[in-house]
């Protein structure tokens, strides 16, 4: 590996082991845990990879500078200090986007001012023209991130957030981030090697992801663009071959992924978010997951059932019971995974769980449980 570079993968709170995992298996050099982010070392192919491949990435950033400030006229001084020419043509666009934690700023949107100003200012002085800025599709996206008088500048090598996997068309009000989809069926180990389903599938996200996971099939395939491509230094032949390295390593589904769910405007909902070849082999239908029970044995299934909002307290509490009574019913044999934000209702479920995440669905604060259905389970209070 040449020349090796820094970068920052964001992720969601939870996830960062197994994105740990996913840039080890990627061959990234010196991986560091940090908070909803892992840092590591690469080359430029590298990095290329970690865009199309990383399934619980959000965004894999380049630091290009570092430097201290405590007020605004120092800040301006560090964005300047950069060699803005080297990165954008007077005919590019760009967008800044920053993330302020300091007593030293207390504005990030003054601090994004302040950073378009030292950068316009520089191309003025030697150029006589400036790029322009364009906050949905620029050629450069530029994150600052200020901790007290710590000042980091980043190139966003993603463009927009990679959880925009270009598959997904339609949604309904509570769909599932893509990225915490997909870091869920990580979590639980399934690659493949038995039936997964999905008996609340709403969109249809969980099974999605699994399908991908279950095919290697590219996190980023059907993504038509990646920030890097904009960078000057863009190198489409690595960036095909890289692509043709990931199309050659896809593998086709041994075992049925099932998606299923009450209401049959979701169904059809999640019909229409399947289209492409990668899913024609989910088996999507409407059901009622209290009465009936799975086709294949020994599966994993996993869920994101209604967290209460639109229900009364006594009947989630019921729902929930519903769930665990129809897991030891029909599902013995299963590996079964329960994300949830109702605390009180995912208790009701009345089985040990046999591990447990804490993880973040927007806002929302989540266990995610994974239950044993083997025969003879035992309830929890037993
Ligand atoms: C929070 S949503 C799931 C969202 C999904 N993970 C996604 O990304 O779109 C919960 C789903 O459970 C479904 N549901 C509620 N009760 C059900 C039942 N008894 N059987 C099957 N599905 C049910 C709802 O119709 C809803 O689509």
Not at 26 to 53: C, P, T, W
Not at 208 to 215: D, S
Not at 269 to 276: C, P, T
Request: proline content about 3%; glycine content about 6%.
């Amino acid at each position: 590996m040449e020349n090796l570079q820094e970068y920052i993968a964001r992720t969601l709170f939870g996830l960062e082991d197994v994105l740990v995992k996913e840039l080890e298996d990627l061959g990234a050099k010196n991986i560091q845990k940090l908070k909803r982010a892992v840092s590591f070392e690469g080359d430029k192919a590298l990095m290329y990879r970690a865009n199309l491949h990383l399934r619980t990435a959000l965004r894999i950033l380049k630091p290009i500078h570092r430097f201290e400030a405590r007020n605004e006229h120092q800040f301006y001084r560090g964005i300047q200090s950069i060699n803005w020419s080297k990165h954008m043509d007077k005919r590019d666009t760009f967008a800044i986007d920053t993330t302020v934690y300091s007593d030293y700023f207390t504005h990030s949107k003054y601090v994004m001012y302040k950073a378009k100003d030292a950068i316009v200012d520089q191309f003025r002085k030697h150029f006589h023209e400036r790029p322009s800025i364009d906050v949905d599709a620029p050629t450069l996206r530029i994150h600052v991130h200020i901790s007290e008088r710590d000042c980091t500048v980043l190139l966003d090598s993603s463009g927009s957030s990679l959880h925009k996997r270009a598959y997904r068309t339609k949604t309904h009000r509570a769909p599932i981030n893509e990225v915490l989809a997909a870091g869920m069926v990580l979590l639980s180990d399934w690659r493949g090697e038995r039936p997964f389903c999905d008996m609340m599938c709403g969109a249809g996200t969980i099974v999605c992801e699994a399908a991908l996971i279950g095919q290697n099939i590219a996190a980023g395939t059907y993504r038509k663009q990646f920030g890097f491509q904009t960078w000057q230094d863009y190198d489409h032949t690595l960036w095909r071959s890289i692509q043709e390295e990931a199309k050659a390593a896809e593998r086709p589904l041994e075992h049925p992924i099932v998606a299923t769910d009450i209401a049959s405007k979701t169904v059809d909902m999640a019909r229409g978010n399947m289209i492409l070849p990668a899913f024609e082999e989910i088996r999507v239908s409407r059901k009622d997951f209290f009465k009936n029970s799975p086709k294949y044995e020994n599966g994993v299934l996993m869920m994101n059932p209604p967290y209460g909002e639109r229900y009364h307290e006594d009947d989630i509490l019921d729902f929930y019971k519903k769930i665990g009574d129809s897991m030891k019913k029909y599902y013995v044999g299963y590996e079964a995974w329960i994300i949830s934000s109702n605390k009180q209702a995912i208790k009701n479920i009345g089985l040990r769980p046999s591990k447990k995440y804490q993880l973040f669905n927007g806002r929302l604060e989540c266990k995610f449980h994974k239950y044993d259905l083997y025969k003879g389970t035992k309830d929890k209070d037993k």
